[in-house]
Every structure is written in C-alpha cells, then in structure tokens.
C-alpha cells in the first residue's frame, strides 16, 4: 500500500505467511524518504513468530550525504538484538582536481558547472555541486544517451548557468567529463531612468564603453548587467531605429539602491 502525502510518499507492506505445519507469521513494514533535500531514507518494520511467540522489530536509515553514503541499522527480539553502521563512497581524481562521492559505479561522470554552488543531478536533489561547481554522478548507463541535467533552483550561485542539459553516451568502466558553461561575471541591478523621468525600452541591450554586450533592460527600468569590475559608464540603447542612445556614468562603485539617469 502506498500512502501519499502533498510532499512525501510512503510504502507499508503487511504480510501473512503460512508455513507447512500451519504456523502464521505476520509482517509489517513502512519505508520513506525525508528531508529538505530527500537525503534520508528510512525503513521500520515489525514481524511476530506465532510459533515461539516471537515479535521483532527493526529500523533502519540510509543518510545520502554529498559526500558518502551512511547506513545504520538496528532490530531486537525477545531473544537478540543487533546494530549495524557503514560508511561507503569514493574518491574520484580528475584534471580538475579530486573530488569525493557518496557512491561510484563501474561507469560515471564528473559533471563541471565552474561557479554553481548546489545545483542538483537530474531530480536527485542531494547530490549536488560543491562550491566548485562539480558533482559526481554515477548512475550512467553504458553504450546509451544519457541525459545529464542541472538544476539551479536551490542554489543562490551568483554565476549563471548557460544551458542546463547535456547529453552523453560512454562505453562502459568509461569515466565521462561533462563541462557546462557558465557565466562567472558578478551581477549588478540598477536603476535608471531617462532625463524625462521616463523608463528605458523593456529589452534593450546594455553595452560597455567597448560596445560589448553586458546586460539588459528588464521590468521597471530596471538594468541587469554582469561585469567582472565596475565599469566607468553603460549606453543604453533609446530608439533603435534611429541610432539613438544615452549613457549610465558610475563612480568607483555602483549603487543599487540609486537611481541613476541615463543621459
């Protein structure tokens, strides 16, 4: 029986056995996940010997964590009782450096996200990308497409993440490099208007001194640009049609929480 929640699901499992001479037994079990990140799967379970007169219980946790996978269990009767721990993973050494994992397989992928803190692997959210932007992840299928894709929607990484999917097809004990693109420049949102005090043109580009691309005027009159260091001014585009621009001047810094005018 599955047992839904609006977040969470549940699997119970009861079973009743006969044997040959007649003797019953019953089985109940509940397994889950938890946790903001679905790291921790759990298992409890109960079973009565009606020969003997025999109840035991046991519990068990699986602590998927970014780096090993931890295990504890435990179960008791009337007649014993038992714990057990482990600890597995791997450690996984690449051009980029050496970077550990909470499990390994015979085929894998280092997958490279320069920047992107905490992106997660194809809906598993607790294996994510450490401050580096990389994660390994073991569950490619050898001598076939597999989809690899990054999601950024629990990370607050400054860098932008240019394309999220990739596509890989490795022959098998093969170890896989997946590099995605990114956008390492720090974020800026400014606030401008024109000399009449009217917004700029939702979508218009934003261009350095150099008439490189750098941003975009967005909702509001309101600039998003990436620089790597504060530029001295910005043209923002007025009338395409016409040729026609102004010009953002900064200072050493830039204030967010000015508006400047875009003269």
Known sequence: MTLRTPRRQYICLTQRRL??????????????????????NYGVNLSHQ??????????????????????????????????????SGGIVAWSGGVNLANRLSET???????????????GQKYRTTNRNGVVVYDGM????????????????????????????????????????????????????LRTDGQPLTFGYEVNDIHGHNIG????????????????PSVNVAIDKQQGLSCTITFGKEIDESRNYICQ
């Open 50 to 87: 009606h020969q003997g007169n025999e109840t035991t219980a046991g519990a068990n946790l699986t602590w998927n964590a970014p780096v090993a996978t931890v295990n504890g269990s435990y179960s008791q009767s009337s007649t014993y009782r038992q714990a057990g721990a482990s600890v």
């Open 216 to 231: 975009v005027v967005g909702q509001g009159s309101q600039l998003f640009i990436r620089t790597n260091e504060v530029p």
């Open 19 to 40: 044997d040959d001479q007649g003797f019953a037994s019953n089985n109940t079990g509940l397994s889950g996940t938890v946790g903001n990140r679905d790291q921790f």
């Open 108 to 122: 894998f992928a280092v997958m490279n996200a320069p920047g992107i803190k905490d992106a997660y692997v194809n």
């Open 141 to 192: 299928t050898p001598y076939r497409e597999n989809h690899l894709m990054l999601d950024v929607s629990q990370s607050d990484s400054e860098a932008e993440l240019r394309g999220n999917r990739k596509i890989a097809a490795p022959y098998r004990g093969a170890v896989v490099l997946v590099n995605f693109d990114t956008d390492q420049r720090k974020p800026w949102f400014i606030k401008a």
